[in-house]
């Protein structure tokens, strides 16, 4: 059973920086690939980027390439989303996601554990 909590959400300006982190519990926290996910008002949920065990392999979709990074620290059994140059169009509730696989994956069905999220919301 893995258990994830984000933080590091909150209200920024277009242009700004904002980095989320996802804390997991469990000892195997090095085995899972884990994800991050956003669902805007109206919306489904939509895969953001995602980091294979060891951090080596990453996936972004097209809209945060350039912009956001994920990284990890398994000592710390934590990941992060580092979020520059926001738009507004970016605002939503971000999801850490986690799954126990070798490869990274961006299809959300195969994700089994999921955080709270928390509320990213930038202004124009």
């Known amino acids: 059973q893995v258990q994830l909590v984000e933080s590091g959400g909150g209200l920024v300006q277009a242009g700004g920086s904002l980095r989320l982190s996802c804390a997991a519990s469990?000892?195997?926290?090095?085995?899972?690939?884990l994800g991050w996910f956003r669902q805007a008002p109206g919306k489904g949920r939509g895969f953001v980027a995602a980091?294979?065990?060891?951090?080596?392999?990453?996936s972004y979709a097209d809209s945060v390439k350039g912009r956001f990074t994920i990284s990890r620290d398994n000592a710390k059994n934590t990941v992060y989303l580092q979020m520059n140059s926001l738009k507004p169009e970016d605002t939503a509730v971000y999801y850490c996601?986690?799954?126990?696989?070798?490869?990274?994956?961006?299809?959300?069905?195969?994700?089994?554990?999921w955080g709270q999220g928390t509320q990213v919301t930038v202004s124009s």
């Open positions: 996601a986690a799954v126990q696989r070798m490869v990274v994956t961006t299809t959300e069905a195969l994700y089994d554990y």
């Open positions: 469990g000892r195997t926290f090095s085995r899972y690939v």
């Open positions: 980091i294979s065990w060891g951090g080596g392999t990453t």
